[in-house]
């Protein structure tokens, strides 16, 4: 790291590309059904930006474009063809804690397929700023339909004297999209200033004012809400608010239809250990609620902790059980590595793997964790530095290396480019022979032939060792 100047954590280095993606450093390399991480290193203090695909052992498998934001990178389904995701464009980190750009889908050929935008005369809190496409760093989810639900912000005015600011102040307003792929076409917009009866600005955790957000001015809008998840539910839609803690159900007309709300309930009773706020990836499983049946779950990675509320509370996955009919909540599970906490003040996701077991990215942080399904923890990944605690386990630095997002998730790569070759002279009039194959998941072994311009021999059949193989013929 050192001999880089300005890296903050030991980088890779190979002879047939020019990727520099980091070391891994792996607490007990567990390796389920589902083989690769899934994750996008970036902030001002990662080396390389870019999409990442590397397997349990920190060996590469897929660098992505370099020097690009990649934001919630992972594998979805489309049409029930496997695809590759991901956001770039115009990040304003934290306290904003936003963006305005486009989302990729790449086939397993890694061919750029689909590019989904969202157009239009938003305003952003820096004035004049315009952008080709407006989608927000916060979420991508495919539906079955193979429409992609994602978020957006929009600075505008509002009153708020209920909160002590202006009659004409300024608020960022959270919006929904379902984006038809392929034409762009808006199938459904939802706008949380439309619901302030239902989601009223006093119901914020984020005091006006907070950090310099008084709402006098454009640059001083007031983030309220904060949504940073959608994904399908009953029909309609189920949003995250980080700043009202809540989980909220909202039909095809945009009305609420219940809150889940992680300090008092909402319009729930909270069991012993639900509790949330400052929640990432919020998910309903199943989205659609059997007839028979007045329960879900809910899980979610629980940030509990912000830049105002400073490491209080460490962030942790939870899994609970939502009761609609007695409108109670119990909690499943809680996934804490207890001798190592993790306090987040951003970011994050949870997922379910096949095998039962839990992968939780932590966001702000980049360690990267694996969980029994009842709460043991099984592996840790760091990809980046941290700041640790004296008592253990790490907090958010003001300067952070992160990953929004990370997965554990089955892949198969079949690039049209060809492999990388890079072959040198070395000792006893041999050659060192280096070959790569960026995104190849189905090599086994590599043949080398050499002679002259008319008449090649087999000099060696080498096994693939890691992203790069050296042979020496």
Same mark, same amino acid.
């Given at each position: ?31 389920? &059904? ?94 004049? &700023? ?215 003040? &951003? ?123 050296? &042979?020496?013929?």
């Amino acid at each position: 790291a050192d001999s880089a100047g300005n890296a903050t954590w030991p980088y890779q280095r190979f002879k047939t590309m020019s990727f520099t993606p980091p070391y891994l450093e792996i607490s007990n390399k567990y390796r389920p &059904a589902e083989g690769y991480l899934f994750f996008a290193p970036d902030g001002a203090s990662e080396y390389q930006l870019a999409p990442l695909i590397m397997d349990m052992e920190g060996e590469l498998v897929w660098n992505g474009p370099l020097h690009e934001h990649a934001f919630g990178f992972g594998v979805q389904d489309y049409l029930g063809e496997p695809v590759l995701v991901w956001w770039n464009g115009t990040v304003y980190p934290e306290p904003v804690g936003r963006g305005n750009g486009v989302v990729y889908l790449f086939n397993s050929s890694y061919e750029q397929i689909y590019e989904v935008m969202l157009p239009g005369n938003f305003l952003e809190q820096v004035p004049n &700023a315009t952008f080709p496409s407006n989608i927000d760093v916060h979420e991508i989810f495919i539906t079955k339909d193979g429409s992609m639900l994602v978020t957006a912000n929009n600075v505008t005015q509002a009153n708020l004297t209920s909160v002590g600011g202006p009659a004409h102040g300024w608020v960022v307003a959270a919006l929904v999209y379902e984006i038809e792929i392929g034409t762009n076409n808006v199938l459904f917009s939802w706008n949380s200033l439309d619901h302030l009866d239902q989601l009223p600005f006093t119901d914020s955790v984020y005091p006006l004012g907070s950090e310099g957000y008084t709402g006098q001015t454009q640059p001083q809008a007031w983030g309220y809400f904060h949504i940073n998840a959608v994904s399908p539910y009953d029909g309609g839609y189920l949003i995250s608010s980080r700043f009202l803690c809540s989980a909220i159900a909202i039909g095809t007309d945009g009305r609420v239809k219940w809150r889940l709300e992680g300090r008092n309930g909402g319009d729930f009773t909270l069991g012993n250990g639900t509790d949330f706020c400052y929640q990432h990836d919020v998910r309903a499983v199943p989205e659609q609620p059997s007839s028979t049946t007045s329960t879900f779950i809910l899980h979610m990675h629980d940030n509990h902790n912000s830049p105002i509320d400073n490491n209080t509370v460490p962030s942790s996955g939870k899994s609970l059980s939502v009761d609609l009919t007695s409108k109670h909540v119990t909690l499943i599970q809680r996934y804490l590595n207890v001798s190592g906490p993790i306090y987040s003040t &951003a970011q994050g996701n949870y997922q379910p793997l096949r095998d039962g077991s839990v992968f939780i990215g932590h966001g702000w942080i980049p360690v990267l964790e694996e969980f029994t399904h009842d709460g043991q923890i099984l592996s840790t990944i760091q990809f980046g530095v941290a700041e640790a605690r004296p008592e253990g386990g790490f907090i958010s630095p003001l300067v952070p290396t992160l990953s929004y997002r990370a997965f554990k998730q089955p892949w198969v790569g079949c690039p049209i480019l060809p492999p990388s070759v890079v072959a040198e002279r070395a000792a006893n009039d041999s050659a060192a022979v280096y070959v790569s194959w960026n995104g190849a998941t189905e090599v086994e072994a590599w043949e080398i032939y050499g002679g002259n311009t008319t008449e090649l021999a087999r000099l060696a059949v080498v096994p693939k060792q890691g992203f790069e193989t050296l &042979a020496y013929v």
